[in-house]
């Protein structure tokens, strides 16, 4: 998973993740955003998750949910929630490639204390 962290103009953090993650672009960047508490919360989660003293964490967000277990960590926005219609036209599929996303639980426990450092700068 390749990514980077800058500053938008107005010195806020901002998450930027290639194709595919997208939605971790969104989920760092406005939802977390730089919220220590929640940040050292999920943290704790983490850990929560890795000695199986929990199952599986859900964090729910204003657009965007993000749920973790023991192996995965998957962010997906409310909107896939939504009812579609049933029927499709034929050949046509939803677009959601901005919407979901996920990784391994220690790829985003890297990514995450690295944005934590970032947004404590």
Do not use: H
């Not at 599986?56 to 009812?83: A, H």
């Not at 959601?96 to 996920?102: F, Y």
């Amino acid at each position: 998973m390749n990514y980077q962290f800058i500053r938008d103009l107005q010195g806020s953090p901002v998450a930027q993740f290639d194709m595919g993650s997208e939605a971790f672009t969104l989920w760092f960047s406005e939802e977390l955003g730089s919220d220590q508490s929640k940040i050292a919360a999920i943290l704790t989660a983490i850990e929560q998750v890795q000695t199986e003293q929990i199952k599986e964490f859900v964090l729910e967000g204003m657009d965007i949910n993000l749920s973790l277990d023991r192996y995965e960590v998957e962010v997906r926005s409310k909107m896939l929630d939504i009812d579609a219609p049933d029927e499709l036209p034929e050949g046509a599929e939803l677009y959601d490639q901005e919407s979901i996303a996920g990784c391994g639980l220690e790829d985003f426990v890297r990514v995450l204390n690295s944005w934590k450092d970032f947004v404590a700068k």
